[in-house]
């Protein structure tokens, strides 16, 4: 048994069975003090109906009205209609009987308690309930006469209790087959409910466990219901998808980032074999191989910092942050790709403002945000094509917008080429990691990447930075 049903049991069931427990004691509690009740009312209301009449005595003409108080009493019993339910009596001050409905003038009502509890009472009436010789449960009320009747001091009735057992013995019966059924029903409800969860979380579970170990084809069935456990599975299968994408995306990555470094190390070790031939330092391909390994060479070192920059931002890289002028920093990146922009038949169109924008960030990683972003641009772009920097602020943030007029990125892939390891459908040579570096690196700066683009029009890359105001305490952000 698994732990939710255990829990189940020990918490919802047992309050379940506490309540139905006290609903039946409190149900066979009422039915009995109900039946009971009705009895003894019975009697006491006879007992009134007595009294009254006695009261008609109260001015008798003749001088002894207690003695036609005590024979009027004595006719009542003879002549008392409900023999069948009852048993009246007349008793003296010992609690004797002095006379019966039955017949029978001999006995004595002192032991029941129904006398004594009479004296005892403020208004004259006891009762009581006990089991007579003959194994028989009675219930006797016993009242004081009000007026002086000669030797007659209490009226009594006693009444069997025979049918009323019965009747509260079946109500027993009923009430508790009717508590077992409400019972059974809760059992087999919550029961359900509780497979209802647990056998999807058991699904749950084991999808879990095999995503967990490197299984990323499997998926949870569709849920019928789009309750707690449904918005679950559709998390987990988009968790899957999302790893399962992403995967895709590192092998992809590594299969480029491959054959990006095979590609020049492939040049270096030709021209080196090629220049181990050549005995002249002078012979132009002899130069000529000098100038290409050392090319290459600044290209794989360049990929292999992008990759260990990347790491670095990943495992929570600190940069040295202080108050930067945010034109000066885009002028020099302008200034560090303006020769390449040129070698590649582009124009550069930027016009650098006058006034300073200060902002708080690290020298060196701006510089490489805004490298970046011109690298993009220079290898999506067309020859002859212009590469546009500008900068503007709103009093709050500074915007740098890098604009190209290149073949822009496709609808499908403009939501995902900011994520690690992403490469487009039109993507040229690179690891695919350039724009994750810039926006984890801006992300850190408390700003934010915002990328906009038309096929076949150009890409316009914004990238916003909070204004930095002098006096104010900033923190350091951790890239």
Not at 31 to 43: D, P, W
Not at 439 to 453: F, N, P, Y
Request: proline share 4%.
């Amino acid at each position: 048994m698994n732990g939710i049903t255990r829990r189940w049991l020990r918490g919802s069931l047992l309050i379940t069975v506490l309540v139905i427990v006290v609903a039946e004691g409190l149900f066979l509690y009422a039915g009995h003090s109900s039946y009971y009740g009705s009895a003894r009312q019975t009697m006491l209301n006879r007992f009134s109906s007595i009294t009254g009449q006695l009261k008609m005595y109260t001015d008798a003409s003749s001088g002894d009205p207690a003695g036609a108080r005590s024979q009027a009493l004595r006719r009542m019993v003879e002549q008392f209609d409900d023999k069948d339910k009852f048993e009246f009596q007349l008793l003296d001050a010992s609690g004797g009987v002095l006379s019966s409905s039955t017949g029978f003038a001999a006995g004595d009502a002192a032991a029941a308690g129904d006398f004594a509890a009479a004296f005892e009472s403020p208004d004259g009436v006891g009762s009581a309930v006990y089991t007579t010789p003959e194994n028989e449960r009675v219930m006797a009320v016993t009242r004081l006469v009000p007026y002086a009747a000669g030797e007659v001091a209490a009226m009594r009735m006693v009444t069997s209790l025979a049918l009323i057992d019965e009747l509260l013995g079946r109500q027993r019966v009923m009430s508790l087959c009717v508590a077992l059924v409400v019972l059974s029903l809760t059992i087999w409800s919550g029961l359900f409910f509780v497979r209802s969860i647990v056998k999807p979380l058991g699904r749950i579970e084991a999808t879990a466990t095999a995503i967990a170990r490197g299984d990323l084809d499997v998926r949870l069935p569709e849920p019928a219901r789009k309750d707690e456990i449904g918005r679950l599975c559709g998390t987990i299968n988009q968790m899957a998808e999302d790893l399962a994408k992403t995967e895709r995306m590192k092998n992809e990555f590594i299969s480029s980032v491959s054959h990006e470094l095979r590609t020049p190390l492939t040049s270096i070790k030709g021209w080196v074999e090629t220049i181990a031939q050549i005995r002249d330092p002078e012979d132009k391909n002899y130069r000529k191989g000098l100038a290409i390994i050392g090319a290459e060479t600044d290209r794989l070192y360049a990929m292999v910092e992008e990759l260990l920059d990347f790491s670095r931002l990943q495992s929570g890289i600190r940069m040295e942050c202080s108050a930067l002028d945010l034109v000066a920093e885009l002028t020099d990146a302008a200034l560090f790709v303006e020769g390449r922009i040129r070698q590649e038949g582009l124009r550069l169109v930027y016009e650098e403002p006058e006034l300073p924008l200060p902002v708080w960030a690290d020298a060196g990683r701006l510089r490489q945000v805004f490298v970046n972003l011109l690298d993009n641009a220079i290898k999506y772009s067309n020859p002859g094509g212009a590469i546009t920097l500008d900068l503007l602020q709103d009093g709050e943030n500074a915007y740098v917008l890098v604009q190209d007029e290149g073949r822009g990125i496709e609808p499908d892939d403009l939501e995902n080429v900011k994520l690690k390891f992403f490469k487009g459908k039109g993507a040229v040579r690179g690891s695919g990691i350039g724009l994750a570096v810039v926006d984890e690196i801006v992300a850190a700066l408390d700003g934010s990447v915002d990328i906009a683009s038309t096929p076949g029009k150009g890409t316009t890359v914004t990238v916003r930075l909070p204004l930095y105001t002098p006096g104010l305490p900033r923190g350091l952000p951790a890239g």
